[in-house]
């Protein structure tokens, strides 16, 4: 049995301990947190009173270390990096569900999240976490990035057919929808209720962070850089992510092939799931599950390439994603503590 922390106590601390629950190797010995020092996180989050007793305390890295063998850092960009680089050289091994070891470019970063990076060096020795494209590399690693939400919906239809030359590498357009726990538990005007409900509204907008990660991971699919534009929209729901990806068959290409691509990398990979033809996917289908859904549209007339995918942005998006990075980290059956299906209806 694994021990394991978690630093932080927003809403993928509390989906952490939610799967790790139903996880017969892993067990969460420490919550940390700084608001809520002292209370209990079954008080935080009710749902927990069955599964955990634990209490959050004060962030202790030399008690993280004697307690842990791994630890999520759940926390808000800029705050992990001193502490992944004292547990990571302690021989903890590290999933930063933030975004300071993603981005491999320190200027990008500094642009992007207008802050210095306190560890530039450690940028190479971190392995970008998506299971799917680089599975080998995790389960050598003591650092793992954990993709952002939006990027894993954009990234997964869109790497194996940039690889492939089968699209386009330039003109991509990735259109998302997201429920509004992915602006995470703080208080904030814009996730107001009277802010949220019965409307929609693009953010962001030529901006958002998660852009240079999309484009930095098509990039090194394409082999070459990708011209592409995204654009997140906020909808009236709690969870779950909704990405469609707009781009163009390259010349001589046939629109089977993308089907074809798409279902030959992924036959393998249990976490995402190419739909049959005709067939788009719903956000309700993966709610509070850790697989990709992916509807396909090509037509070789007009050329037009259209793929839709659906995650649930704390699960595969944030924790359910975590897990299964650290899974391989350990040695772990990959999908262990993550079998279950979405909750529909």
Not at 10 to 36: C, F
Not at 69 to 83: E, I, N, Q, R
Not at 200 to 212: N, T
Request: negative net charge; proline residues 5%; charged residues 20%.
């Amino acid at each position: 049995m694994y021990k394991v922390g978690i630093i932080g106590d927003g809403y993928t601390a509390a989906e952490l301990l939610r799967l790790i629950a139903g996880h017969d190797e892993l067990e969460a010995v420490a919550v940390s947190s700084t608001e809520n020092i002292g209370r209990s996180m079954a008080e935080i989050y009710p749902h927990l009173r069955a599964i955990t007793k634990l209490r959050c305390e004060a962030t202790n890295l030399q008690s993280m270390q004697e307690k842990c063998d791994a630890v999520f850092l759940a926390l808000p960009h800029g705050l992990s990096v001193p502490m992944v680089k004292e547990l990571s050289g302690a021989g903890i091994k590290c999933v930063d569900l933030g975004a300071d070891f993603r981005l491999k470019d320190v200027k990008v970063y500094e642009k992007y999240y207008e802050m210095v990076h306190e560890a530039p060096e450690m940028l190479t020795d971190a392995v970008y976490g998506l299971p799917e494209l680089y599975r080998d590399k995790i389960k050598k690693t003591e650092i793992v990035a954990n993709p952002g939400c939006f990027p894993t919906s954009a990234i997964l239809p869109l790497a194996p057919l940039l690889e492939a030359r089968v699209v386009e590498n330039r003109g991509i357009i990735v259109d998302s929808k997201s429920g509004v726990t992915g602006a995470g538990k703080a208080l904030k005007a814009s996730s107001h209720f009277c802010e949220v409900n019965e409307g929609i509204k693009a953010y962001g907008v030529g901006g958002h962070r998660h852009g240079p990660e999309i484009a930095q991971e098509l990039s090194l699919a394409a082999g070459e850089t990708v011209g592409m534009i995204f654009t997140p929209h906020l909808v009236p729901m709690n969870r779950g992510i909704l990405s469609t990806c707009y781009c163009r068959l390259k010349p001589g290409a046939k629109a089977e092939q993308v089907r074809e691509v798409l279902e030959d990398n992924y036959s393998n990979e249990y976490f995402v799931d190419i739909l049959p033809e005709g067939v788009m996917p719903h956000t309700k289908w993966v709610y509070g599950s850790n697989f990709v859904q992916i509807g396909v549209y090509a037509d070789d007339e007009s050329g037009n390439v259209i793929l839709v995918s659906a995650l649930d942005n704390i699960c595969k998006g944030a924790s359910g994603q975590a897990i299964q990075n650290l899974n391989l980290m350990l040695g772990i059956e990959e999908s262990k503590g993550l079998l279950g299906v979405g909750v529909h209806p």
